[in-house]
């Protein structure tokens, strides 16, 4: 099983960045996919989750609007589209599928300053 997040980096306050998490070894199309995200010093929060067929999503409050979630079966590839970065969505970002267990991807860092 594989999960590898991609698409992380340095951004300026009100920019955008979109992640990606290519998964394999594992039904994806069964999956619920989540995205966690740890800043340091803090413990590792959910960010956002979408359910195996895409139809329903949830965000953390203090992404709502600015964030979205979405999945690709086909390609077995999860998203999630960042807007209107602030400083405060610093953090290390992870993607993680839930079959009968969980699965964790390596992370990316996301980076945002002026």
């Known amino acids: 099983v594989q999960l590898v997040e991609s698409g992380g980096g340095l951004v300026q306050p009100g920019g955008s960045l979109r992640l990606s998490c290519a998964a394999s070894g594992f039904t994806f199309s069964s999956a619920a996919m989540s995205w966690y995200r740890q800043a340091p010093g803090k413990e590792r929060e959910l960010v956002a989750a979408?359910?195996?067929?895409?139809?329903?999503?949830n965000y953390a409050n203090s992404v709502k609007g600015r964030f979205t979630i979405s999945r690709d079966n086909a390609k077995n590839t999860v998203y999630l589209q960042m807007n209107s970065l602030k400083p405060e969505d610093t953090a290390v970002y992870y993607c993680r599928a839930i079959t009968f267990t969980h699965y964790w991807g390596q992370g990316t860092q996301v980076t945002v300053s002026s």
């Open positions: 979408i359910n195996s067929a895409g139809g329903s999503t």
